[in-house]
Every structure is written in C-alpha cells, then in structure tokens.
C-alpha cells in the first residue's frame, strides 16, 4: 500500500510560481499512476493533472499551459509545477495515486485509491 505525502503549499501573488511535491513510500512507485486534485470546501474534489508510466499525461483545461506534472522517480516524487498563478487556483490540493481500473489517466476522483493529507495553495490578487 503506497502512502503520500503533499508539501508545497503557499500564499502566493497572482503571477507567482510554485511548486507541489508529492512523496510515495510503501508501495512500488512505478505501480501507480498518479493525479492532483484540488477542492474548495462545499465543492467536489477537482481533477488537476495526472500521468501514467505509459507516457499518458493529462490536465484540466483551466491549468493546461500554466501547470506541468512530473515525477522523480529516484526520490519516488510527483510534482505538480504551477506557473502564471491566478486567484481562482486557490484551494487544497491534493495528490492521488491508483493500480486499478481502466488503463490511462482516469480523471474520476472516486478511482483513486491513495491520497495525501492534502497542502493549501492561496493566491492573492
């Protein structure tokens, strides 16, 4: 079973950068394919970005061009690279991991099997 944990988090000025990390321990990294998500409180978890090892990525159209995710995979990390930051980016964010159901990059929050504790992103205009 692969545990994660989400760094990264900041207050930031729209037009700023930032960087998320995700660490997965407890499992084989390359047994998973990996997502971010995001959510405002009243509102349901939001797909952001996600991967598979087959070279699929896949992003929200609202981050396509300003967000990038990667992996490291000698640190067993997943990265979420969010650039030309807006208010509207404001949420916790949270990384996901799943080894099950359909193949590729799957946008549905319920298929994700593994989370972390979240880390939140506040943008000030």
């Known amino acids: 079973q692969v545990h994660l944990v989400d760094a990264g988090g900041s207050l930031v000025q729209a037009g700023d950068s930032l960087r998320l990390s995700c660490v997965a321990s407890?499992?084989?990294?390359?047994?998973?394919?990996y997502g971010w998500f995001r959510q405002s409180p009243g509102k349901d978890r939001e797909f952001v970005a996600g991967?598979?090892?087959?070279?699929?990525?896949d992003y929200a159209d609202s981050v396509k061009g300003r967000f990038t995710i990667s992996s490291d995979n000698a640190k067993n990390t997943v990265y979420l690279e969010m650039n030309s930051l807006r208010p509207e980016d404001t949420d916790v964010y949270y990384c996901?991991?799943?080894?099950?159901?359909?193949?590729?990059?799957?946008?549905?929050?319920?298929?994700?099997?593994?989370w972390g504790q979240g880390t939140q992103v506040i943008v000030s205009s």
């Open positions: 991967f598979v090892w087959s070279g699929v990525y």
């Open positions: 996901a991991a799943r080894n099950s159901g359909p193949p590729g990059v799957s946008r549905r929050s319920w298929e994700y099997s593994h």
């Open positions: 407890g499992g084989t990294f390359t047994s998973y394919g």
